[in-house]
């Protein structure tokens, strides 16, 4: 609640030179019911002269009254090309990073640079294929290989090994439950799945908790309840 009020806040300063105040709801499926009646009430009477673009990525879980209120913008992945020409417009490290390179990169990016460059830069080297590798084996991937990334979260490239750990195992889990077949009942078990990971990592980023630790029980959750195909 108070991080959506004080990013709000923005609204009560004087635009610059008389341009527009703009605020960045990211995501808006995070926010809580008080945070998300705090945006409401913003998105009802906005001031004038403001822009509120509100990023969600499941946007059956936003309050209709937000929705009602807004106008849609979808943004669509972009192609592999558009990335490799993106990431090597750039220049260095990334346009010396060999076109072959960048192109793996790209495939892997789902439609974003900054996923293609996160894979490009040195110190993500070698973490991007023991995500992969995990991600393969998933429901139950090779311990050798979940303790090396929990090793690797505590190092340089830590913060965006848990990110895009996170990223491969939610289209994991997406990509698993359409491929289940029926009942439904193995669909829900995927989605509340998903849930209980989703509130982990929640809480482990909210209250600063062991990353490694975090990575190992997801990697148990996962293969003590996927159904099997």
């Not at 019911?33 to 409401?40: C, M, P, Q």
């Not at 009254?65 to 849609?72: L, P």
């Amino acid at each position: 609640m108070e991080a959506v009020r004080q990013g709000l806040q923005v609204f009560q300063l004087s635009a610059a030179f008389g341009g527009w105040r703009v605020a960045i709801v990211d995501s808006a499926e995070d926010l809580n019911r008080s945070s998300a009646n705090a945006l409401l009430k913003m998105v009802e009477e906005p001031p004038q002269r403001s822009l509120i673009l509100i990023v969600s990525h499941r946007p059956g879980q936003i309050l209709p009254t937000i929705r009602s209120r807004c106008r849609r913008l979808r943004l669509d992945p972009l192609s592999e090309h558009e990335i490799v020409q993106a990431a090597t417009a750039l220049g260095p490290p990334w346009s010396e990073a060999g076109r072959e390179a960048v192109a793996v990169a790209a495939k892997r990016a789902d439609g974003s640079v900054r996923e293609a460059l996160v894979r490009l830069a040195p110190e993500s080297e070698g973490v991007g294929a023991l995500i992969d590798s995990i991600v393969a084996g998933l429901p139950r991937p090779d311990p050798r290989a979940v303790a090396r990334l929990a090793d690797a979260i505590g190092g340089r490239a830590g913060d965006e090994a848990y990110r895009a750990f996170h990223r491969e195992l939610y289209d994991w889990l997406a990509s698993y439950a359409r491929d289940l077949p029926p009942p439904a009942v193995e669909v829900e078990q995927i989605g509340a799945l998903w849930d209980r990971i989703r509130t982990a990592e929640r809480e482990t980023d909210a209250l600063n908790l062991d990353r490694k630790l975090h990575v190992q029980a997801v990697i148990a959750e996962i293969a003590a309840t996927a159904p099997r195909r």
